[in-house]
Structures are given as structure tokens and as C-alpha cells.
């Protein structure tokens, strides 16, 4: 069923039905369907109080995912559906389910966020901005205006994931374009280039403007180095400060047989959160950290043993996660609707690993960090898991949904996204 | 039934008492006749364990978006040079494979021989559903030295 609703000069609907506030003023509009709401699949295991439910469906590549003050939910795609690619749903009835789809945007990609009366969204290579009415919908669908632009996306690390801060800058993340700054990447035995020239111009998070139009590096400012690829990353109201989950090294044990094993390579180079200050190092190419010996550890690549450690001037983590299970989401709690418990705690989303092969593949889960005074005050917990479906399903990798996106509505409730089928998931709470 | 077994037990024992040494031949003979295509998937798929599981996995169905497939796709199936190329000089160019870009490098892998390349791409070509024809050390040796021209 598709509704087109056409917008009149002044910005009201000229068709008035359930769906209006929907309409966009000036000369876009955008065709409204009904979302697709796919049958629960797998069973979602949560504490208890907290469920849920299917918000809509088949969206594709769901990658990362904000919501407007208003309850408008958008989620970015890195694939098109209906030949867009940025996807508008609302739940009208407020029954929990989204009623209403509607797609525009003509950029793949990862990033999303709303801040201050606009809609960013990012390609791999730049970031747009939409004005939003005062009702949340988006007022130019057709003609965003270009905030960043010219950032390198070469094949490793492309996406470009963003979040804002409370004093009119955007946070960029850009992937470094290697795993580990090898002299030829991924190479048996090749040595790491010294120093590591990815640095330059990626393998960081930079800052830029949220208002100027058309900037690029020269614009922009190195605001963190040495992170290889941060995907969840989350500007911290607490702290004011943005921290970031990086995604660790791959492949120790296939480039370097002979100091680590496949298990090794499997538990070793911890997923880690950072949180960043203007300046802030984390070492990468040149370290990777060890979860289990809580050390930074110097990498092969660069002399290392397994046993050396490295980066003293690098930062260190607050959390360390299991090695290679792929953090893409993260988000402060600032709602009032989940257990105090949950009040400033960070939600990771892990997309799930590939590369713990021969070992079984891990993650797929949603995870919890309870933080107190700006600071982690407890062990990381899994919050939400079951989205990869059976045990043998995880294990073998071949999932049935991969988390990716996080964010929060304005009732409390949070939304999941999965970029394996494209579904998105509400979690609500209810004191049992 | 019962007579067949019967007779054929009687065959066994007299073939026996005529030649002991035959069924200590005839059982020594099956150790050392395994196909030299058993012999080159086994040795193909000690290459892939060490080398290629790590991204592309035991399924061989690789990882969405980073590591491709290797499940009959065009690159498996189709021309063998091509193959070969890939393999001993890695794809740096992120070719697109069936349709799609895939984001992590394939190294390339020039230290392995000629059979451990053609090992491990018939094991590669006949496993995971595929059934595709063997690679001859041959066809390795001759991919090898026009790359090198």
C-alpha cells in the first residue's frame, strides 16, 4: 500500500489523514508506505522487565539508526530500498510498531544523527545534513546540504560513522584503510611500515564544524589517532566527552604463524572502549591491546612477541571486550524509562566476529556497561543476545541477524538495528 | 542370500588357501593406490586450513561484505588463470567478485609451490558443493612464469 500525500506551499498537508504530519513542506515529498513487519525470527533473551518487539522490517542494510524528539525514527542504509537510502519510520498508535515508511537519500552508508534541528547522515566519503521541521519530518529530502566532504574510503574500514557534541562540532570517524599498516596488508610475515603513513589522513576521529558547508581535511581537526576503525562511537552528556569502540586488529596467527597460535588469534586483541580527549593516541598500528594480560602489547608487525608491550604514550581502554566481535553501535542511557541501573550505562551493539575461525564465532549480542561519576563501575554484562539465532548458527558465523545500530527514543525505549536482514528492534521495560 | 554369502566364503577361504600372500598384497595394494585426486584434496585442505580458513571459513561461505565467498562463484568455477593469478598475487584491487566489492585485501601467496597451490585449488574447486575440474601443478607452473614475464 503506498499513499502519496502531497504538501501544499505553507507547509500543511493538502490531504488530511492519520499520516499527515508526515507530509513534507516545499516542493519534496516523500511516498509513504507501510512498513514491512517480518515475523519474529529468533528469540531475543533479556533481564527481566525488558522485551522486544519487532519496530519494522526488510529495511536491508540497517546500519546506524537516531531518533527526533518527536518519535520520527530514522535509519541509514548501506544498500538502497525503493532506490534510497535513508529509511523514515513512526509509530502513529503509539502501539510499539512502527505504521508508517517512508525512504529518501540518495548516498549509502552508515552514519546517522540527529542534533539540533537537523538529520546528518554520511557516505563513505562525506557527510550531508537535513533540516528538519519542527515536527521531525525532514524539510529538503531532495537537496541536503554537503557539511564534509573528500574523505578517503579505500576499500578496508569504509564507513564513516557520527555523532555530535553539545558546542557545534560533528565527530568523524575515518577507518584506517589497513589492518595492521603492513608493508603489503594482510601479508604472511610482512613488517609494519614505520612511521605508519595511514595515519595522515585516517585511522582516527575528526572534527569538523556542524554548519559549514563543503569541508575537508584542511577544514577538519585530527581530533584522535591511532584508532583503527571505530564504528560505535557516542557523545557522552555526562562527561561531555565522546567515547568510541574501536575494532581491534585481525590476524595475528595467519601473518605471524610462528609467535601466535589460531586460538591466540582468536582471544587475543581486545574490542576496546575509549573514551577521547582532543589529542588522544590509541596506539594503533603499533600496539593492539591484550585483554587478558591487560597490557598494550607491541604488534609483530612492529617487533613484537606477544609479550613486549608498547604505546606509552598511548591511552588506555575502559573496557576491554572480546577479541574480534565487532562493536558498530554504542549509547549512553540518558532515559528515565529502564532501571536506575541503566542511567549513563553505555549499550554496545557487536555485530559478531569473523575472525575467530577455526575457534567459533562470537557476539551478535547486545552488551551493558554500568558507569557511575562518568566512569565504568561494574564488569560488562550481555544485555541482549539471541539475535544470531541457534548456538550452532553463532558459532558457525552464519547468523540469522547481525546488531549494528543503536539509539534512543524520547520515551526511554531503545532501537536496534540489524544489517543482515534490516530489521529493527524496540526494547521497552515494564517492572516485572 | 544366505547361499550367496555362503559361496562367497567358500571362494574366499579356497582363493586363501591357494595364495595367502594375495590378500596381504590385495590389502597393501589399497593403502598405496589412494587417487592421486584424494591425495591432492588432502593435501589441498591442510593449504586451506593453515591459509585460507581464517577469512574465507570452514564452510567456505566467507564473511558479508569482507571476505567473498567461495561457494560457486564465477572466480571458483570459471577460468583457472585467473584463479591461479589471485592467488599467487593476491587481489589489492578489491575486484569486484559475481557483482560485489569485497573490503578486505586477499594477500598474495607467492611462497606456496606449484602442487601446494594446485592442492589447494582443486580442494578448493571440489569442496563446499563445488565440482569443478582439478588444477595441475602444471597449469600453476605456467600461470607462475607468465606473471613473472
Known amino acids: 500500500m503506498i499513499l502519496l500525500i502531497a504538501a501544499s506551499c505553507n ?103 540527529v542534533k539540533n534541528g537537523y538529520l546528518y547522515a554520511s557516505s563513505d566519503e562525506e557527510v550531508f545534513r537535513y533540516k528538519l521541521n519542527s515536527d521531525g519530518t525532514v524539510s529538503n529530502p531532495k537537496s541536503p546540504e554537503k557539511i564534509v566532504t573528500g574523505l ?3 576499500n578496508e574500514h569504509e564507513p564513516k560513522a557520527i555523532r555530535l557534541d553539545n558546542d557545534g562540532n560533528i565527530y568523524v570517524n575515518i577507518g584506517a584503510f589497513s589492518n595492521s599498516c603492513q608493508i603489503e596488508d594482510r601479508q604472511t610475515g610482512s613488517m609494519g611500515i614505520k612511521p605508519c603513513p595511514v595515519l595522515d589522513s585516517a585511522a582516527g576521529i575528526w572534527q569538523f564544524k556542524a554548519d559549514k558547508l563543503n569541508q575537508t581535511y584542511g577544514d577538519g581537526l585530527r581530533y584522535a589517532t591511532g584508532l583503527r576503525n571505530v564504528v560505535g562511537l557516542d557523545w557522552n552528556t555526562a562527561t561531555n566527552t565522546l567515547f568510541v569502540m574501536q575494532h581491534g586488529r585481525d590476524q595475528l596467527g595467519s601473518i605471524f604463524p610462528k609467535l601466535y597460535t589460531t586460538k591466540q588469534n582468536a582471544e587475543l586483541p581486545a574490542e576496546c572502549l575509549y573514551e577521547l580527549h582532543k589529542g588522544d593516541n590509541a596506539g594503533w598500528p603499533y600496539i593492539y591491546y591484550d585483554g587478558f594480560q591487560n597490557k598494550k602489547i607491541l604488534a609483530p608487525e612492529y617487533g613484537g612477541d606477544g609479550k613486549k608491550t608498547g604505546g606509552n604514550n598511548a591511552i588506555n581502554p575502559l573496557v576491554a571486550f572480546p577479541a574480534h566481535i565487532a562493536p558498530d553501535g554504542l549509547l549512553f542511557y540518558t532515559g528515565s524509562q529502564f532501571p536506575e541501573k541503566y542511567k549513563n550505562g553505555a549499550f554496545v551493539a557487536f555485530h559478531g566476529s569473523w575472525n575467530r575461525a577455526p575457534e567459533p564465532q562470537e557476539g551478535f549480542f547486545v552488551a551493558f556497561v554500568p558507569f557511575k561519576n562518568g566512569k565504568p563501575s561494574g564488569k560488562w554484562e550481555i544485555f541482549a543476545n539471541g539475535f544470531g539465532g541457534t548456538p550452532d548458527q553463532v558459532a558457525s558465523g552464519r547468523t540469522v541477524h547481525r546488531p549494528c545500530g543503536l539509539a534512543e527514543g524520547p520515551d526511554g525505549s531503545i532501537y536496534v538495528t540489524d544489517d543482515s536482514k534490516g530489521t529493527v528492534w524496540k526494547i521497552t521495560y515494564k517492572a516485572p | 542370500m544366505i547361499s550367496n554369502q555362503r559361496q562367497l566364503l567358500i571362494l574366499f577361504f579356497v582363493g586363501a588357501l591357494i595364495n595367502p600372500a594375495l590378500l596381504l598384497a590385495q590389502a597393501n595394494h589399497c593403502v598405496a593406490q589412494k587417487s592421486p585426486l584424494k591425495m591432492s584434496m588432502e593435501a589441498g585442505q591442510t593449504v586451506y586450513a593453515g591459509l585460507c580458513l581464517s577469512c574465507h571459513h570452514a564452510d567456505g561461505a566467507g564473511s558479508s561484505n569482507l571476505n567473498p565467498s567461495l561457494i560457486k562463484t564465477k572466480g571458483i568455477l570459471g577460468n583457472k588463470r585467473d584463479l591461479i593469478e589471485c592467488v599467487i598475487k593476491g587481489n589489492y584491487q578489491h575486484t569486484e567478485t559475481d557483482g560485489q566489492k569485497f573490503q578486505n585485501t586477499m594477500p598474495p601467496h607467492p611462497e606456496l609451490t606449484d602442487d601446494e597451490i594446485a592442492n589447494v585449488l582443486t580442494y578448493v574447486r571440489k569442496s563446499f558443493g563445488n565440482k569443478a575440474s582439478a588444477v595441475k601443478a602444471s597449469e600453476v607452473k605456467t600461470v607462475r612464469a607468465e606473471i613473472k614475464m
Do not use: C, W
Request: aromatic share 6%; no cysteine.
Open chain 1, 11 to 113: 507547509g500543511k498537508p493538502s490531504e488530511t489523514s492519520n499520516m499527515d504530519s508526515a507530509a513534507a513542506p516545499g516542493n519534496d515529498t516523500l511516498a509513504m508506505s507501510k512498513p514491512e513487519l517480518p515475523s519474529p525470527d529468533v528469540t531475543i533473551t533479556m533481564p527481566a522487565g525488558f522485551s522486544a518487539t519487532i519496530f519494522a522490517g526488510g529495511l536491508g542494510k540497517a546500519r546506524h539508526i537516531s531518533v527526533t524528539p518527536s518519535g520520527y525514527v530514522y535509519v541509514k542504509l548501506a544498500s538502497k530500498k525503493n532506490g534510497k537510502t535513508i529509511v523514515q519510520l513512526k509509530d502513529n498508535n503509539g502501539d510499539g510498531v512502527a505504521d508508517q515508511e517512508a525512504e529518501f537519500g540518495d548516498f549509502e552508508g552508515t552514519g546517522i544523527a
Open chain 1, 152 to 154: 578517503i574510503a579505500r
